[in-house]
């Protein structure tokens, strides 16, 4: 018992002084909250539980400029304005670097393990396979939307409440997962909860990780092993489908329509060696699924508390949806024509973004901003997402939910959700942005447009949009039911 809190008084002691260190480095940025030694860790732990009211104080004093806020494992400078957003962009990784900012958030290296960090071939299948979505897959995407939604909201002509929160979970998980591993396992049960739970398993690690002294990191990352642990289960489900398709493989001719088109078949085509290991394969479909569910059901579950809240906003819409289908037929195409649709998203997420730090970098070097300011190498950096999209100058009645806004005029429409820029970030900016915002854009809408077309919604009586809380830099919406039945 003593030994350990000599343990934990010299971890504080250590990096307290760490971070005292990097403050005296990084002095000339101003301060949001504490900035001496120990005092700094107070503001650390504000910023667990409310970490957008820092950011924003932030951005109403030094906007136009850079600030930092420590945290619970080390400073983070912010930057406010859009010329620092795009010498951001424009930095070459060597300088400002994104794989190296996501191993100190994400702890990857200790966390994820190697084969993750340095096999990067999930992005290349994201960014080419997935981001074409041809048309077979959007079929695929399609039929599996309507098979999760009969099973988590079956038709019924009377109003039934359902915890919106866990429905749209299951059926964007069952969704990707077709492309991801195919039938029959992303109907697998078992498969969908494992990828489904992998996301807390794997942060509660990365929070503990992230709180120990660099030395101490591998034993411990090895003792808690949530991912790995995750992954040998998963693998137990991939090993009789890798078998399987590798027999069917070798008496297929390697043209034929019947092999599988999706992540875990590209992966074993382009895969060597050790990386063709159920294991690992199984951790790569975790961490595919780890950046493809949180975000698009954390969008989806705010779109339906909006439309929930407003009948003006489904008529709106089910107009759009009714035209568009009724010329065209269900296709990509056709979701591409729904412009209010592709508002109405783009404003959940301008006013909801999952996240709210965007731009993550991590400085390899020296770096200097056009204005003149300078932070040293070492130096973690971020957008404030949120702040940026509540800026009176960047929209108008910028707190207000205004669904159409980006649609208004052909001007405005130029710049569709998946358009990133300094005033709209939810998904980043520049050449690390997020990759999967292509595929993200095809699935929410095809999700939002067959509800709008198939159920009204509605909140139970008395209730309304619930409180959202900011945890850690994560946006989480407050759980709330609501309630469906059969359009009438
Ligand atoms: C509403 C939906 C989504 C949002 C808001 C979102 C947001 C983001 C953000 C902010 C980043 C970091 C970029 C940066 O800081 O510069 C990111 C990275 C990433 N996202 Fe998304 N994302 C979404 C959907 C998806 C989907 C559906 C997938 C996969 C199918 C995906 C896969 C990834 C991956 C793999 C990365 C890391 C890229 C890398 O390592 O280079 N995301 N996303």
Redo the contacts with the bound molecule.
Sequence with gaps: MYAAIWVLLVVLVVAGWNSHRRSAILGAIPVVGYSAPLLSMITALQFVRNSQRLIDEGYRKYRGGLYRIRLLAHWIVVATDAQAIEDIRKAPPHVLS?GAA?DVFLQTIHTAGPEVVHD?S??TW?RSE?TRCNAARFDALREEMAVALDEQIPLSAGWKAYPVEEVVAHVVCQM?NRLFVGEPLCRNSEYLELAMSFANEFIRDVIIVKSCPEWLKPPVARLLGNARKCAKRVATHLRPVIEQRDAAKRTLDKASASIPDDALQWCLDNATGDARHPANLALRMLW?NF??LH??TV?LVFALYHLASSPEYMRILREEVDGVFAHEGWSKAALGKMRKLDSFLKEV?RLN???IW???RLALQPFTFSNGQTIPAGTMLACPVLSLHRDEENYPDANEFRPWRHCESDEAHKNLFVTTKPDFM????GA??????F??AIQMKALLAHIVLTYDVRFEEGRRMPERRFVAGVLLPGKASVEFRQRA
Excluded: E
């Design positions: 994104f996501q990067r999930h992005v994201i997935l990707s595919i950046g493809s975000s698009p969008t997420l973004p999952p996240g965007a731009q993550q939810p998904f980043g900016h690390d942005a997020c990759p999967g915002r595929f993200a």
